[in-house]
């Protein structure tokens, strides 16, 4: 059985304070740090979903699935079987679960914990053709709309060879392939979102984004612009990707990876026919949204 939730990512930062500021202004809310450690969350949700730990240049430190009751037992076998070595924690990590490093070298952390949901919004109102939702209401949001991510969704990792960590993560850790752009992008699933856990192929290594879900697209797009009024003026989107369908907007981070919003994500139940498709290299990035800029697939981890 495999693992069923992604819990936090971790990063390592040159300056923690800037990291919380930039993450405070996206719409996480902070935790008082009980360790070495920021901690952020989306404001619903109780436990943290980002840390922050101090560390010479910008890199992941750690990411976190869950493996609830018997999926954790099932997953340390798994591992054992794929002789994979379990290895000691990074210091002053939380405690609990066990510890594996990826082909790459990422640590990884599984938790015997499950995945915990944000409260639903109530169902949107959207007039569309033939179809009524909102009758004598006006529907363009307030100016003081408040910008509330309600989960982490999926982080995405550069890598030198997607083929190679597809494969590490279906076999070992049983997650399952979502879709992908062969040899050069690839979109992974523990979850019934389309993609927890997507790579992208790059010369090493590296943390590209995090991405937070939204409530609607006027949350993604009022977003945008508050990050933009705050400082934050670089990023990309608003746009809509091929690959799961959602609508986005990325932040670029104090240090060149990004914070994205997310809206309309494709859903895959557990027991479905989904088959995985090699998309073509186009359609990798987006549908409709302004030209990416050249620094959106740049592995600043590299340079
Ligand atoms: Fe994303």
Redesign the pocket.
């Known amino acids: 059985m495999p693992v069923r939730a992604l819990l936090h990512y971790a990063l390592e930062v040159p300056d923690q304070a800037v990291g919380e500021k930039f993450y405070r202004a996206f719409g996480l809310v902070g935790e008082p740090a009980r360790d070495n450690a920021v901690h952020l969350r989306p404001a619903p949700l109780k436990r943290e979903y980002a840390r922050l730990y101090a560390g010479p240049r910008k890199r992941l430190h750690h990411l976190a699935f869950g493996a609830p009751d018997e999926n954790f037992e099932a997953v340390r076998e798994s591992i054992r079987r794929a002789g994979v070595r379990e290895v000691d924690p990074p210091r002053g990590v939380p405690d609990g679960g066990l510890w594996i490093r990826d082909p790459d070298g990422n640590y990884l952390n599984v938790r015997p914990e499950g995945r915990e949901e944000p409260p639903p919004d109530p169902p949107p109102a959207i007039n569309t053709p033939g179809h009524v939702a909102r009758e004598t209401v006006r529907g363009c949001p307030e100016r003081t709309l408040e910008i509330a991510p309600r989960k982490l969704g999926?982080v995405?990792f550069f890598t030198p060879d997607v083929a190679r960590q597809i494969d590490f993560y279906t076999r070992v850790l049983g997650l399952k392939l979502s879709d992908r752009v062969k040899n050069f992008v690839a979109f992974l699933r523990c979850t019934t979102d389309h993609h927890n856990l997507a790579f992208l192929e790059s010369n090493g290594p590296g943390f590209h984004?995090a991405?937070f879900q939204v409530g609607s697209l006027d949350e993604i797009a009022l977003g945008a612009m508050r990050m933009r009024d705050a400082g934050w003026q670089q990023g990309w989107g608003v746009g809509r990707h091929v690959i799961g369908s959602n609508y986005?907007y990325y932040t670029r981070d104090p240090w060149g990876s990004f914070a994205?919003y997310?809206h309309d994500l494709d859903y895959i139940p557990e027991q479905c026919a989904w088959v995985p498709r090699d998309f073509p290299e186009e359609d990798s990035l987006y549908r409709w949204g302004p030209t990416p800029p050249p620094e959106f697939v740049e592995n600043t981890e590299l340079t």
């Open positions: 999926h995405l984004h991405s986005f994205e997310y």
